[in-house]
């Protein structure tokens, strides 16, 4: 499974942006998508997953209630609905895949990585 994220940029405080990994494969609908982020000088943490499925996700409580993942397997895609916008938002965002769905997983645990896109939320 190759997968490719996009949709990052420059934006303000409360602002939106909604990012898409898109997933090669015929295979990619069998896997759960996370998302990650990492921001400089810290490490990658996990904001939010979804199951192969879509019927389960599961989010950070740093982004519960502002972001929303969503899936759509006929397009191979899943995307991240992002609002209200913090400067604490600001990191490089990462798509994930793994077999098993689990909730929160760990970047370890990720079999699969796309490249990352930019998120800079301005005050």
């Known amino acids: 499974v190759q997968l490719q994220a996009s949709g990052g940029g420059l934006v303000q405080a409360g602002g939106s942006l909604r990012l898409s990994c898109a997933g090669s494969?015929?295979?990619?609908?069998?896997?759960?998508v996370g998302w990650f982020r990492q921001a400089p000088g810290k490490e990658r943490e996990f904001v939010a997953s979804?199951?192969?499925?879509?019927?389960?996700?599961y989010y950070a409580d740093s982004v519960k209630g502002r972001f929303a993942i969503s899936r759509d397997n006929a397009k191979n895609t899943v995307d991240l609905q992002m609002i209200s916008l913090k400067p604490d938002d600001t990191a490089v965002y990462y798509c994930?895949?793994?077999?098993?769905?689990?909730?929160?997983?760990?970047?370890?645990?990720?079999?699969?990585w796309g490249q990352g896109t930019l998120v800079t939320v301005s005050s």
């Open positions: 494969g015929r295979t990619f609908a069998s896997y759960a």
């Open positions: 994930a895949a793994r077999l098993l769905y689990g909730g929160n997983w760990s970047p370890s645990q990720s079999r699969y």
């Open positions: 979804i199951s192969s499925s879509g019927g389960s996700t």
